[in-house]
């Protein structure tokens, strides 16, 4: 199984190093919707600061999108997921190779947006274990869900517009316990953002159980 997943993760981290889609596309747009907010609220520096944790995981969750649309859309051709279902690999390898490939990237991504508001909102990223931590666990639930609802948007004619309406629902509360956790560490009141890291790790945890249970049923049916 863990060699399977390895396989699977070094296949769309290679696809990715050819394309780089998520270099030359999913990143310019979350610098860019990042800016969209300075313009917005630049009159308030104030307001600004407040809430750069949430604009932060806000500009990575619809990154997000972009990049589970991407990782499933090179399997979208006819007769690829169906090679993939006769290929032997265990469906469970597939789904960890998936995520672990989907969660580097938008470690990645992470990290440029990381630098953006320090640039753009003059943000001091504070309490550096905590924002690592959360966002390590928020990563993994993310990728997870993505990895889940990005085989199933990709089985159907609808796949564009039908991958948001499952992703972002499911992952509002990754959103609201990153953003948390952020605010404690930048406002340095570590002790309110910690329990928060640990609601990211119970999400992550069941994401990835579910998603491993679901994925071969999924991919079969599909």
């Known amino acids: 199984m863990l060699a399977d997943a390895r396989l699977v ?21 979350a610098l860019l919707i990042l800016v969209l907010f300075a313009f917005a609220l630049d009159p ?17 969750l619809l ?43 938008l470690l990645a991504l992470e990290v440029v947006l990381g630098a953006g508001v320090v640039v753009l909102y003059g943000t001091e990223l504070k309490g550096l274990g905590l924002l690592v931590v959360a966002a390590l666990a928020a990563t993994v639930a993310l990728a997870s869900a993505g990895s889940l609802y990005g085989a199933l948007a990709a089985g159907t004619r609808v796949r564009e517009t039908l991958l948001p309406l499952l992703f972002l629902p499911v992952t509002a509360p990754v959103l609201i316990a ?20 640990g609601f990211l790790a119970a999400v992550a945890a069941v994401q990835t159980v579910v998603g491993a249970l679901a994925f071969g049923p999924l991919l079969e049916d599909t």
Not at 44 to 60: E, F, H, N, P
Not at 75 to 96: C, K
């Open 178 to 197: 990153a953003t948390q956790a952020w605010e404690g560490a930048i406002e340095g009141t570590p002790g309110e953002g910690w329990p928060w890291c």
């Open 9 to 29: 993760a070094a296949k769309d981290l290679r696809l990715e190093l050819r394309s780089r889609v998520v270099t030359n596309q999913v990143v310019p747009l």
């Open 63 to 105: 990154a997000t999108v972009l990049a589970v649309q991407r990782a499933f859309g090179v399997e979208s051709p006819p007769g690829v997921r169906d090679a993939l279902r006769l290929s032997g690999l265990e469906p469970v390898g597939i789904f960890l190779g998936k995520v672990a490939a989907l969660g580097a990237q």
């Open 44 to 60: 308030d520096r104030g307001l600004l600061g407040r809430v750069t944790a949430g604009l932060y995981w806000v500009a990575v």
